[in-house]
């Protein structure tokens, strides 16, 4: 199998081909660099594993403002239009990711981090079940 694709069905998580992975969610893509012997293969998290980070519109702003470049200036350097740009950095329209990629590139920042699944919540409960004690105060 050349590149291998990790994709959750039914909450399971399976290694398939490209083939079986096209509708599927994509976790992870292996992609065989032709390990040498005893090296293990490489894996890639995909697009779908990265979030904006809190904030990007002013990162973005505080960045063109390091390095003293307008707006229409960078528009220009990424091939987008200037008033989408702005809108951008005003958070008033999230990004794509290809757009999140070129802006990260052309201002040497990062505006994306990877996703985070929420807090461990402990329920101060035992693994196991219950026992005697857990019903009866001494």
Request: charged share 35%.
């Amino acid at each position: 199998m050349k590149d291998a694709y990790i994709v959750s069905v039914e909450g399971a998580d399976l290694r398939v081909c490209a083939g079986c992975a096209k509708g599927k969610k994509v976790l992870y893509r292996e992609v065989e660099d032709r390990p040498r012997p005893g090296q293990k293969k490489a894996i890639r998290k995909t697009d779908d594993d990265l979030e904006l980070v809190d904030g990007y519109g002013a990162k973005i702003h505080a960045a063109r403002d390091r390095m003293q470049l307008p707006l229409k200036v960078l528009a220009e350097m990424i091939n987008e239009k200037e008033a989408h740009l702005l809108r951008v950095e005003e958070e008033k329209t999230k990004p794509s990711i290809e757009l999140t990629k070129k802006i990260e590139k052309a201002l040497n920042i990062r505006i994306t981090q990877p996703k985070d699944d929420g807090p461990k919540v402990n329920t101060g409960k035992k693994q196991g079940g219950a026992t005697l004690g857990d019903f009866f105060s001494t």
